[in-house]
């Protein structure tokens, strides 16, 4: 088993110990750490912008959480979407575009070399997706709480 610990800086220094067994190679682990620092920065912003109306969080990230991000049910446009409705409820598994029924490789890098080795790749696929999903981007403490999610899926 690989353990990888993370240090973020939301709320003050608060370490995250996040264990992932598999194949995340040393790039896909760089990039995932640098995304979590960065989410963490941009969380710390948010909280800041929001003046205390409750929208954005100031925890720590979580594979908890991201988990229940990844799997909750968003209605709108009269449809029912997800995350997994397109990348399975394991993120290790082939999915299918919801819509064009083609092939979308695993989703937990541990299952994909391919996934999290570039950064802005990752960021205009969360950009697109959250739009997808919310017709918003996430929020940074979304994208957090996914990404550690993910690193912990062996």
Not at 56 to 74: C, E, H, I, P
Not at 104 to 113: F, G, H, M, Q, Y
Request: proline share 4%; charged share 30%; aromatic share 6%.
């Amino acid at each position: 088993m690989k353990k990888i610990c993370l240090l973020l800086a939301l709320a003050g220094c608060v370490a995250v110990p996040v264990h992932a067994e598999g194949n995340i190679s040393a790039k896909q682990s760089e990039v995932m750490k640098k995304l979590l620092v960065t989410y963490a920065d941009k969380a710390k912003q948010e909280v800041k912008e929001e003046k205390g109306r409750g929208t954005v969080s100031d925890k720590a990230f979580t594979a908890d959480a991201g988990r229940k991000f990844y799997l909750v049910r968003r209605t709108w446009q009269s449809g029912d979407f997800t995350c997994s409705g397109c990348h399975t409820e394991d993120p290790r598994k082939e999915g299918r575009h919801i819509t064009t029924k083609m092939p979308i490789k695993p989703l937990a890098p541990s299952a994909n070399p391919e996934r999290f080795t570039d950064i802005h790749k990752v960021e205009a696929n969360f950009t697109a997706h959250c739009m997808d999903l919310h017709e918003r981007d996430c929020r940074a403490h979304e994208k957090g709480n996914l990404i550690a999610y993910l690193m912990s899926v062996k």
